[in-house]
């Protein structure tokens, strides 16, 4: 049978989605169910589903960060978002990281009962029949495409993280940890995507913000480096011209015509 997981943090609906569907006439049945973002991608890894049912704004990790950071593990997953928020970039997300439906609370059961009908016929056309245990059919090219908006998703909420957090003592631990991936992981999709590494990408991003702050004469250039996240004005000062070509002094006297 194939299997499915209820991942939503208000308990009456996984508990209405556990009673009010005939499960069996798909020939399905639930394998677990999960309160949280967080929790749902932990038992997904453990479980192994077929099909998932989740919501999208969750506590500890919000639905689509949950199937980004499981989607390269089972590409072959059938997703169906089920949730009260029609702000339409989360629409827009969830079709890129290859969710099958996107429905909006409440949903009546004829929309319930036709994703679960889409979702079981997907799953025989990539040669799943429910029979397996634990065995998957080689990744389809959709499984592909799902693991690259994973990719995306991944690298642009970290890139999002480092840009909203640059003045702190940064690390790509740190980073990882809030991505919900591995450090090795979140470097190899950076160096993929970004073609540089985490250092690389960190100091770009406070050297440009050191730039528009170099545009104010009142501003030491020591309280600059500190202000944008170095910890010591020497590394400020090679990253500066490293990245620039000159020094920040030269630089803020281009910029203020001098």
Request: contains cysteine; charged residues 30%; aromatic residues 8%.
């Amino acid at each position: 049978m194939y299997k499915v997981m209820l991942v939503d943090d208000e308990p009456i609906i996984v508990e209405g989605l556990s009673r009010s569907i005939a499960w069996e006439k798909w020939n399905c049945r639930i394998v677990a169910t999960a309160h949280d973002g967080l929790e749902g991608k932990k038992l997904i890894e453990k479980e192994q589903p077929d099909i998932v049912f989740m919501d999208i704004c969750m506590p500890e990790m919000d639905g689509l960060a949950m199937i980004a950071a499981i989607n390269s593990q089972f590409p072959n997953l059938e997703v169906c978002v089920l949730t009260g928020y029609r702000d339409f970039e989360y629409a827009k997300e969830a079709i890129r990281l290859g969710v099958t439906r996107f429905l909006l609370k409440p949903s009546n059961m004829d929309e319930l009962e036709e994703a679960i009908e889409t979702m079981c016929a997907n799953l025989k056309k990539k040669g799943i029949t429910g029979e397996e245990t634990g065995e998957r059919a080689e990744e389809s090219e959709s499984g592909a495409k799902k693991e690259s908006a994973s990719s995306s998703f991944i690298v642009k909420n970290a890139l999002a993280y480092i840009e909203e957090n640059y003045t702190q003592k940064l690390t790509l631990g740190e980073v990882a940890e809030k991505t919900y991936v591995s450090q090795w992981h979140l470097s190899k999709l950076l160096n993929r995507h970004m073609e540089q590494s985490f250092s690389d990408i960190l100091n770009h991003v406070r050297i440009e913000h050191a730039k528009e702050l170099l545009k104010d004469p009142s501003l030491r250039i020591g309280d600059i480096s500190e202000q944008v996240g170095f910890l010591d004005l020497a590394h400020f000062s090679r990253v500066f011209k490293k990245q620039e070509g000159v020094s920040a002094n030269e630089y803020r006297n281009q910029v203020l015509g001098k």
